[in-house]
């Protein structure tokens, strides 16, 4: 969708005037911010997931593509004319090969987000929030002078009370 609609709105100076600045609005916007809308939309399940990584790794490929277009050497664009290219031959034939490296590097950016995003999007689905918090604050030393607090599934070493049998001699 992010080459797609990158080559749309690069390929076409009038489409960057109109849509420029909405992009340019939600561009800075997180994708894990969108979560509580897509949560509403979508309810708690992978679909939602799915639509938030969708979202936030869409965005540094079209960015990406459109820088790519954009930056196309006037040459290519008067050798387009000359061979009376079409916009979509120009953007499938000349555009998009050109583009190529602001693509993949905007693919490189995606992958990042969609890894961030999608583990934070699966602690939501789980539920285990609240239990990661609550097992991080055990583990942490109390006030100074206060013995660590421990889960009582815990040794007085901080291990789980599960594994102490398999523990090496």
Do not use: C
Not at 44 to 71: D, E, K, R
Not at 124 to 131: E, F, K, L, R, Y
């Amino acid at each position: 969708a992010g080459i797609g609609l990158g080559a749309l709105v690069g390929s076409s100076a009038a489409a960057r005037a109109w849509v420029g600045p909405t992009l340019e609005f939600i561009r800075p916007l997180p994708a894990s911010a969108v979560m509580p809308l897509a949560i509403a939309i979508f309810g708690l399940s992978g679909g939602m997931v799915l639509a938030v990584v969708a979202f936030g790794a869409m965005w540094p490929v079209l960015l990406g593509t459109v820088h790519g277009l954009v930056g196309v050497h006037p040459r290519l664009r008067e050798v387009a004319a000359a061979l009376q290219l079409g916009r979509g031959e120009f953007v499938w034939k000349i555009g998009l090969p050109n583009a190529m490296p602001d693509i993949v590097a905007g693919m490189r950016l995606a992958m990042t987000i969609s890894l961030i995003v999608s583990v934070v999007g699966e602690t939501a689905i789980t539920g285990n929030v609240s239990q990661i918090a609550r097992e991080v604050s055990l583990s942490l030393p109390a006030k100074s002078g206060n013995p660590v607090r421990r889960h009582r599934s815990q040794n007085r070493l901080g291990q789980p009370k599960a594994l102490q049998e398999f523990q090496p001699i």
